[in-house]
């Protein structure tokens, strides 16, 4: 197939008035909250973290920008060769990676620590979705299908176990299961593998890392160790619940500053913000998620394309799980299982992650009177 054939007869004015620029401005709006978190995290300084995160959204935002102009066509096309790629630098990960805090995860690209892991939350999103696309759903339901899905969806998940991260792993499940769901996949299916895993839970436990048992018996109780493991979550409802209705100011998290809140510009960067923000801050912040999600669900239902639709609903669900699971984790809701606020948290390999995802919905925008063949 030939490059020519994914331009379409748009003109370039008509392509950047096709764009949705409520989505753009909320993602902006989402990137700039989170330079002032991110500079809050550093004591009111510019200093590594504040630095290297502002950097890469004045990098990938106009870069999500810019692959927003690819044909819808030129995403269904090299799906399945994204999965592959990043299937590969998982397997590579597991033989060469570099090892952190017990794990590993990333690639060492010089000007990145790339974590292959998220991007294969994305990946596998547009992997199914162009393999429903081109299945027709009359074979949905046929074993041949059922297994070759379940091969697709299982063999990143197990990789990222192996790292281990259980929580990106989870994530991945999720972002694949969302799309097998809504291409119509018979929900007896479901429930067989609902009884699957209930039946070998307690074998699936005993092969958890110990931290991982103890993040769990943590939740249930985490007054059991409360300098230890249930140290993070116990600090962090007294952060967002000092913050009250207002917040104590920005710059004014005594959690924060104080050094009671560890992994503030990560996993709990939320709470910082709850802190510092209070109630109407949050809901604030949480109001701008449901207005992307919401966009994003919007394209999808416009999109003349399957690929697209699916794309779309999928993307907008993982936004969905991610932005639950992280506030939930953060609030003694659900275990700590190391999820990323989408580009509020620290970490270049999400933001990369979430920024393709949007540049994807955006495309499918601009073309959504498109059809795929």
Known sequence: ???????????????????????????????????????????????????????????????????SFFHIKAWHFFSYIFY?????????????????????????????????????????????????????????????????????????????????????????AASGLVVIWLAGLNIKYFLYSFIIILISSPFVISLLKPYQKLRILTFLDPGRDPLGAGY??????????????????????????????????????????????????????????IIIIYRVLKIGSISRSYFAKLFCYGFGSSIFFYVAVNMSMVLGMLPIVGSPLPIMSYGGSSMLATMIGFAIVMSAKINHKQLIS
């Open 232 to 289: 993070q979550i116990i600090q962090s409802k007294i952060a967002v619940g000092s913050g009250g209705i207002t917040g104590k100011g920005f710059l004014k998290g005594t959690q924060s500053y104080l050094e009671f809140l560890p992994e503030k510009h990560t996993d709990f960067i939320f709470t910082l913000f709850a802190e510092e923000h209070g109630l109407i801050g949050s809901l604030g912040l949480l109001l701008i998620y």
């Open 1 to 67: 197939m030939q490059y020519n054939s994914f331009n379409s007869q748009l003109t370039l004015f008509q392509k950047l008035k096709n764009f949705d620029f409520i989505l753009l401005t909320c993602i902006l709006l989402l990137g700039i909250i989170s330079a002032f978190s991110m500079y809050s995290t550093d004591g009111g300084e510019i200093l590594f973290h504040s630095k290297s995160h502002i950097i890469k959204f004045l990098i990938f935002f106009p870069m999500m920008i810019g692959l």
């Open 84 to 172: 592959a790629v990043i299937l590969f630098f998982l397997f590579w990960v597991s033989l060469y990676g570099v090892k952190a805090s017990g794990s590993q995860r990333w690639i060492n690209l010089y000007f990145i620590n790339l974590q292959p892991s998220e991007l294969m939350k994305i990946a596998i999103i547009t992997c199914l979705a162009k393999y429903y696309h081109r299945l027709g759903f009359e074979k949905v339901n046929t074993l041949q299908s059922v297994m070759l899905v379940m091969i697709i969806l299982i063999l990143p998940i197990m990789l990222v176990i192996s790292q281990p991260d259980l929580g990106t792993s989870i994530l991945i």
